[in-house]
C-alpha cells in the first residue's frame, strides 16, 4: 500500500523502510529504463526539428536514433551516465517514499482528511517530490550531462564530472535548470499518485491473489506516469535545455546549440524557433520510459514494502 493507511492490519510503515523500499525500487527501476532515458535526452536537446519525413536534425525518430547510438557509440552508450543516474533513483526513491509515507500519517493525524483520497495523495505526493528534487538535483544535472555527451567524452568519470562542473561553473552549475523542475515536479508527482490512487480504487485496493495485486500496481504506475508525463513535459524539455548549458563543447556534434538566459528566455526561443511541437521532442520515448519507469516505481515499493513487513512480523 502507497501511503499511511489507518485500515491496514500491517503496522504502519516506518520512513526508514519507506526510505529502503523507495530505494530499491528506484535502483531496479533505473537499470531497466535508461535506455529510455538516453533516447529522450538526446531528442530533448536537439534544436533541429525531429521529423521522420524532413530529417534535419541527427535524431529523426526513435529506431533511427537507436541505431546511430549503437553503431557510432556502441551498446554501453544506452547506459551513459548511469553512475549518477543510479545514486539520483536510490537518493530520489528513498527521500520521496519516506516524505510521502511521513506527510500522509500527518494530514491522517493531524486533520480531518483521509490519508487515503486521491486528494491527500496529489499534494502530499507532490511535496514529497519537491524535497526529493532540492535533495537530488545536483546528481540529476550530473545524469544529464553523461547522457548527452557524446564521443570523445568531455567526462572521463563522475569525479572527474565533478571535479569539472565545480571550477568552472561553481555550485549553482549543479542546480541548473531547478525552477523548471521545481515548477513541473509537483504537479507531476502529485498527479502520478493522485492517478495511482483513483486507478487502483476502480480496479479494486484489495484482492486475494498476491500476484494479481502487483500486476495491478503495475498496470496502474504505468497509466499514471502517461498522463503525468504528457502534462507536464514541456517543463521536463526546459529543465534538459538549461542543465547543459556551458556544456556546448560536448554537444557541437550532434547539431546546433543554444545559450539561454534563464527559464522564460529558454522557453520563449523554443516557441520562437521550434514551435509548440518544440516542447515535446522526445515525447514518443519520454512516455514510454514514463510508463516502464512509473509502473514499474510503484510495482517494486509495494513489492519491497511488502517484503519489509513480512520480515518484521517473521522477527517478532
Known amino acids: 500500500m502507497v501511503g499511511y493507511d489507518p485500515g491496514s492490519q500491517k503496522a504502519a510503515l516506518a520512513p526508514m523502510d519507506a526510505a529502503l523500499a523507495g530505494s530499491a525500487a528506484g535502483m531496479v527501476t533505473r537499470a531497466l529504463i535508461s535506455p529510455f532515458d538516453v533516447l529522450k535526452i538526446r531528442f530533448q536537446l536537439q534544436i533541429e526539428r525531429v521529423s521522420s519525413q524532413h530529417p534535419e536534425g541527427k535524431y529523426w525518430g526513435i529506431f533511427q536514433a537507436s541505431r546511430c547510438i549503437l553503431t557510432e557509440e556502441g551498446l554501453s552508450a544506452f547506459w551513459k551516465g548511469h553512475v549518477p543516474a543510479q545514486l539520483l533513483s536510490v537518493c530520489f526513491g528513498a527521500v520521496q517514499f519516506a516524505s510521502f509515507e511521513l506527510l500522509t500519517e500527518v494530514v491522517h493525524n493531524s486533520t480531518a482528511y483521509d490519508s487515503q483520497t486521491a486528494g491527500v495523495h496529489f499534494v502530499c505526493g507532490g511535496l514529497a517530490a519537491c524535497t526529493a528534487t532540492v535533495a537530488c538535483q545536483p546528481l540529476d544535472t550530473l545524469r544529464t550531462r553523461f547522457a548527452a555527451q557524446g564521443e570523445p567524452k568531455v567526462y572521463g568519470s563522475l569525479r572527474h564530472a565533478v571535479s569539472t562542473m565545480y571550477h568552472t561553473e561553481g555550485i549553482l552549475g549543479f542546480y541548473r535548470g531547478l525552477t523548471p523542475t ?30 494479481g495485486a502487483n500486476v495491478r500496481s503495475l498496470v496502474c504506475g504505468s497509466c499514471a506516469g502517461v498522463f503525468s508525463k504528457t502534462v507536464t513535459y ?19 556534434r550532434f547539431g546546433q546549440v543554444r545559450r539561454y538566459g534563464g527559464f522564460v528566455d529558454c522557453a520563449t526561443q523554443i516557441a520562437r524557433e521550434e514551435g509548440v511541437r518544440g516542447f515535446f521532442k522526445g515525447l514518443s520515448p519520454s512516455l514510454v520510459k514514463a510508463a516502464f519507469s512509473t509502473g514499474f516505481t510503484f510495482f517494486w515499493y509495494e513489492v519491497f514494502v511488502n517484503a519489509i513487513q513480512n520480515l518484521r512480523v517473521a522477527s517478532e
Open 182 to 211: 521545481m515548477v513541473a515536479v509537483f504537479p507531476y508527482a502529485g498527479l502520478q499518485f493522485f492517478s495511482y490512487n483513483v486507478l487502483k480504487n476502480l480496479m479494486g485496493r484489495h484482492t486475494d491473489s498476491y500476484v
Open 234 to 252: 514541456p517543463f521536463d524539455l526546459i529543465k534538459k535545455r538549461l542543465q547543459v548549458e556551458g556544456f556546448e563543447e560536448a554537444r557541437i
